[in-house]
């Protein structure tokens, strides 16, 4: 059983459409890209999905059995790869926050997609996984998960500008072995949608987690790490890294 992240970076990617900056004209340069931050979870040959936000998702994973989608949020970097998986030929079930208005016209046009709204610190269990949504301070009504296999215990903690209390000390109740949040920010922006890479490594610090990492990128934010040297406590992930889980 792995882990695996299909991209790692903010809402827009990169490289940015005609951007100049180093980041961008690095990854054009080799032909690589960052897309928006989403992640899998492998069990033999079936998936379960944290976010669907990646357009050709359903491409990805033809052939696999997807046992179920876990959305963080309706923003579009989250669920666009919706729009297309909805017509798969497999009934796909999707656990996600109240949201009155969904994305684009998904709840209109459900076709193979079960939508199922779940609650604050409510529990689903798919494959011997349990997954225990974690309200998150963001735009938009914004759950993380606690994902628990046999043998770890996993907080996914993206988008968020910060944690309530009451969530807060929820994940410090739990032993945490790999823990993943959101930094799409530098240290130059202290107020927003999202964190910024110390506000995200103070937050880890606080969950005492054993192996933490940042995530949700912007070529901004590491182009300012790149120029500057930017010693960072936590490491961000990388598209294609992967985690086992036993
Ligand atoms: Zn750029
Ligand atoms: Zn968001
Ligand atoms: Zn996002």
Same mark, same amino acid.
Do not use: Q, T, W
């Given at each position: 059983m792995k882990l695996e992240f299909l991209g790692t970076a903010d809402?827009?990617?990169?490289?940015?459409?005609n951007c100049q900056c180093m980041v961008c004209t690095y990854h054009r340069d080799k032909g690589l890209k960052n897309l928006s931050t989403s992640v899998y979870i492998k069990v033999d040959n079936n998936v379960i999905l944290?976010?669907?936000?990646?357009?050709?998702i359903s491409n990805i994973f033809d052939?696999?059995?997807?046992?179920a989608v876990f959305l963080t949020h309706f923003h579009a970097d989250h669920c666009l790869g919706l729009l297309r998986l909805r017509h798969s030929a497999q009934k796909i079930n999707c656990f996600h926050p109240?949201? #009155?208005? @969904?994305?684009?016209d998904l709840f209109k046009h459900k076709h193979s997609i079960c939508y199922n709204e779940i609650e604050e610190f409510k529990t689903q269990t798919i494959d011997d996984i349990s997954f225990t949504t974690i309200p998150l301070k963001h735009s938009k009504n914004t759950f993380g998960y606690l994902i628990k296999t046999k043998n770890k215990t996993i907080a996914y903690l993206t988008d968020c500008s910060g944690i309530a209390k009451n969530s807060l000390d929820f994940l410090k109740s739990q032993k945490i072995d790999l823990a993943f949040i959101d930094?799409?920010?530098?240290?130059?922006? #202290?107020? @927003?949608n999202h964190l910024n890479y110390n506000q995200a490594s103070d937050i880890l610090d606080e969950l005492k987690v054993k192996e933490g990492y940042l995530m949700h990128i912007s070529h901004t934010t590491l182009e300012y790490i790149l120029k500057n040297k930017v010693k960072l406590k936590y490491k961000y992930v990388k598209t294609g890294d992967e985690f086992y889980l036993g």
């Open positions: 809402s827009a990617g990169f490289p940015v459409h944290l976010d669907a936000g990646i357009e050709d052939g696999n059995d997807i046992k109240k949201d #009155e208005n @969904g994305f684009s930094a799409c920010y530098d240290e130059r922006k #202290e107020v @927003g």
